[in-house]
């Protein structure tokens, strides 16, 4: 084995992830092999550290492989910081991650309602009429796509701050029926 490459545990060990990830990488086109041992190893530079390192840092921030591919790829065809790119995929991650906040503030605020809900009789339910007369768990269709219905913005603000560590912390919980 040549001195100045890794073996990919070596890789994989530098730049703290598993072997397998190194693989997915190398399959995906975002890490390449400078070469293999005579027994089939593949061995890689090691800048590839760097390249492995940031790669890992990515998917922290839960960027798509395919995203990381494009910000690498257009690192390697001559843009000298492609970080305009990855600010915009940053910033669209915070818009999923707005979005996904309010719709579990939406789902937070049906299931207490729900919760809230006192049916006088349970005789003319097919299963349990907590349920089946909970219209706010009714989804809107919108060009046949099934979207969770919003939370106003005044309930979403009064639900700010709120401990979050238990549902008994809030006061929230289902009264035993």
């Known amino acids: 084995m040549r001195t100045d490459t890794l073996t990919i545990g070596r890789l994989a060990a530098s730049a703290g992830v598993t072997r397998k990830a190194i693989r997915v990488w190398v399959d995906r086109g975002m890490l390449t092999a400078r070469g293999h041992t005579t027994t089939g190893y593949q061995l890689f530079a090691p800048e590839m550290v760097d390249l492995a390192v940031f790669i890992r840092r990515a998917r922290a921030l839960r960027l798509s492989l395919t995203q990381i591919k494009a910000v690498l790829h257009a690192k390697r065809d001559g843009a ?28 937070r605020a049906t299931l207490d309602a729900a919760c809230a809900e006192r049916p006088a009789t349970d005789g003319e339910a097919a299963v349990c009429p907590i349920i089946e007369r909970s219209a706010s768990l009714e989804r809107t269709t919108r060009g046949g796509q099934q979207q969770p219905i ?18 008994s912390a809030t006061g929230t919980t289902c009264p035993p029926g």
């Open 80 to 107: 000298n910081s492609p970080c305009e790119d990855v600010r915009r995929l940053l910033q669209a991650r915070i818009v999923d991650i707005d979005t996904t906040i309010a719709d579990l503030l939406a789902l």
């Open 150 to 167: 919003r939370v106003p913005p005044e309930t979403a603000s009064s639900m700010r701050g709120r401990p979050n560590s238990s549902a």
